[in-house]
C-alpha cells in the first residue's frame, strides 16, 4: 500500500506553517502551556488529515506515530472528544503509504510497524468507531498487495510488517470486546476478515494461535451453517490446517511452531465433524 510521488511537488503549496504541521501538533501534546489545549490539538489533528487525505508520507510516520501515542493515552483517560479525529487519521491511513524513493519503505521498516502496531491497538478499545476503523485500515493494509517497480512481490511485505507488529495480539483483544455474541455484527465480522487475511502465512497463522484467537474463529463456526461468520471461520481454521501440512512436509520450523500453538490435528478432527 505505497504510492511513489515527488515530495516537492507535493508541498509545493503548502506555507511553512502548514509543512510544519507535525512539529505543531506535537508541540500542542507536549509543551506545558498547550498539553491542555484540547480544542486546539483537535482542530490541528483536522487540518493535518485534510492535507494528507490522499495517504501520509512514509518519512512522517515516525511523528505519526507520536501523535497516535499522545491520542491513544487521551482515549484511555476519558478525553472522548479526540475519537473522531484520531478515527479520521485511521481512514486517511487507509489510503496508500506515500514514499519519494523505492527504499525509503526498507528504511523506515520499524516506523511503519510502529504505525501498525499502534494502530492495531485501537482493535480493543471500547470504542465501535474505533474499532472499526482500525479494523478497516488493517484489513486494507494486510490484503493490498505489495508493488516494487510494476510489480507485485511474490511474498507481501505488508505481511512482513504485520509480523512484527503484535496485530494478532492486539486482534485477540478485539474479540474479546466484541465477539460472537456481540450485538455489534458488523465489527465481528470485521475482525473475522482481518484474522483471515493474517492466516494467509505461516508466521501469521501461528501468531494467530499463541495469541488466543482460536475460541472467537470457532464461536464464527458455531453462529450457523451458511453464516458469514461460519464461512470465514472456516476459512480461516482451513487456512491453517493448510499451512501446517505444507509447513510439515517442506520440514518447515513453521510445523513446530503451529504444534506448539495448538493441537492442529484436534482442529483436523473439529473441521471433519462440522463439514
Known amino acids: 500500500m505505497t504510492a511513489t510521488l515527488t515530495k516537492q511537488v507535493a508541498a509545493a503549496n503548502m506555507t511553512d506553517a502548514e509543512q510544519d504541521m507535525y512539529d505543531t501538533l506535537i508541540m500542542l501534546f507536549t509543551h506545558r ?6 480544542d486546539r490539538q483537535i482542530s490541528t489533528m483536522n487540518r493535518l488529515c485534510k492535507k494528507y487525505k490522499e495517504g501520509f ?50 528504511r523506515n521498516f520499524s516506523h511503519i510497524c510502529e504505525t501498525i502496531m499502534l494502530i492495531g491497538r485501537f482493535l480493543g478499545s471500547p470504542d465501535l ?11 486494507t493494509y494486510a490484503s493490498t498487495p505489495y508493488v516494487e517497480d510494476g510489480q507485485s512481490a511474490p511474498v507481501s511485505y505488508h505481511h512482513q510488517i504485520i509480523e512484527k507488529s503484535q496485530v494478532a495480539e492486539s486482534l485477540a483483544e478485539g474479540f474479546g470486546v466484541r465477539g460472537a455474541t456481540s450485538p455489534d455484527r458488523a465489527a465481528f465480522l470485521l475482525l473475522l476478515r482481518l484474522a483471515l ?79
Open 33 to 38: 502551556h498547550s498539553k491542555d489545549l484540547h
Open 57 to 106: 508520507f512514509v518519512n512522517d510516520l515516525r511523528k505519526l506515530n507520536q501523535i497516535l501515542g499522545f491520542v491513544s493515552a487521551l482515549i484511555s483517560e476519558g478525553v472522548l472528544g479526540f475519537v473522531p479525529p484520531t478515527c479520521e487519521i485511521l481512514r486517511v491511513s487507509c489510503q496508500t503509504f506515500v514514499k519519494e524513493t523505492a527504499s525509503e519503505e526498507y
Open 129 to 139: 468507531g474505533l474499532q472499526i476503523a482500525a479494523g478497516q485500515m488493517l484489513v
Open 197 to 275: 487475511e493474517l492466516s494467509r502465512t505461516p508466521e501469521l497463522c501461528g501468531q494467530l494461535l499463541r495469541s488466543g484467537c482460536l475460541p472467537a474463529i470457532l464461536d464464527a463456526i458455531g453462529c450457523g451453517f451458511k453464516t458469514e461468520a461460519a464461512n470465514m471461520g472456516l476459512e480461516v481454521l482451513w487456512n491453517i490446517l493448510d499451512t501446517h501440512i505444507r509447513a510439515v512436509s517442506a520440514g518447515s520450523a513453521a510445523a513446530d511452531e503451529l504444534d506448539a500453538a495448538a493441537t492442529v490435528g484436534a482442529l483436523g478432527g473439529l473441521l471433519q465433524a462440522l463439514l
